[in-house]
């Protein structure tokens, strides 16, 4: 069975400067997705960033960008220029290339200091 | 705005209650999904309808009832629910169940048992 693993349950970062939240993940798939959902205070779940697992390339979305190493299973978000509004709970996500259901971390709780 | 609503935003019921969950999306999507969050653990999927068919039911309690009349509203009817069902229910779509295409969440709604 496929696992997410967030090792860091609460994370801290100063306004305009740059965090990485780690993400790692078990699987035996080929052929997956991977994604990092934001959710604020306001608990709406947002969509952050998404990355296919067929490519190398690192998807970039703004001032978030990950680091996909696959034979590691590791895919860690960075966060650049970091805002206050970047403060929420980081769900980061797998799902299987067919009809796979989304699989996910226990979070990283971001805190931005001004 | 997602194009994900929920109704009501926040639920508190005694065990002995029945009430309904709304879930609400006008994105032309064809997959819905009810998640449960727990403080403390990951997101789990509870029911998945593609097409209006109910095609996963991840071994949830039948105090929990899923309707899905058509591809636009999801229901989740509950019935004498215990303290430990207090959570986060978050409801999202997506266009179809393959990973290529992200899920859009709710606001969701904090369910309370008395």
């Known amino acids: 069975a496929q696992t997410v693993t967030q090792s860091q349950p609460e994370m801290s970062v100063q306004e305009a400067e740059t965090v990485t939240l780690s993400c790692t993940y078990d699987?035996?798939?080929?052929?997956?997705?991977l994604f990092w959902y934001k959710q604020p205070p306001s608990r709406q779940m947002i969509l952050v960033i998404r990355?296919?697992?067929?490519?190398?390339q690192n998807a970039t979305e703004n001032r978030f960008s990950v680091n996909f190493q696959k034979a590691a299973k590791s895919f860690s978000l960075k966060i650049s220029d970091s805002q206050l509004g970047d403060a929420a709970m980081y769900f980061c996500?797998?799902?299987?290339?067919?009809?796979?259901?989304?699989?996910f971390g226990k979070g990283t709780k971001l805190s931005v200091k001004p | 705005e997602t194009g994900v609503t929920q109704t009501p935003r926040h639920l508190v019921m005694g065990m002995t209650n029945k009430k309904s969950l709304k879930c609400e999306q006008h994105?032309?999507?064809?997959?819905m999904y009810w998640y449960k969050q727990s403080a403390k653990k990951p997101l789990e999927l509870m029911f998945v309808?593609?097409?209006?068919?109910?095609?996963e039911n991840n071994s949830v309690p039948s105090r929990f009832s899923p309707e899905c009349p058509n591809s636009s509203h999801l229901f989740l009817h509950l019935h004498t629910l215990q303290p430990e069902d207090s959570a986060l229910y978050l409801c999202?779509?997506?266009?179809?169940?393959?990973?290529?295409?992200?899920?859009?969440f709710g606001d969701g709604t904090r369910l309370s048992i008395l």
């Open positions: 999202a779509s997506s266009l179809s169940r393959q990973g290529n295409q992200p899920q859009h």
């Open positions: 699987t035996s798939e080929s052929d997956y997705y």
């Open positions: 990355q296919e697992a067929y490519k190398q």
């Open positions: 996500a797998y799902m299987g290339g067919s009809q796979g259901n989304l699989i």
């Open positions: 994105l032309g999507h064809n997959a």
């Open positions: 309808y593609n097409f209006k068919e109910q095609t």
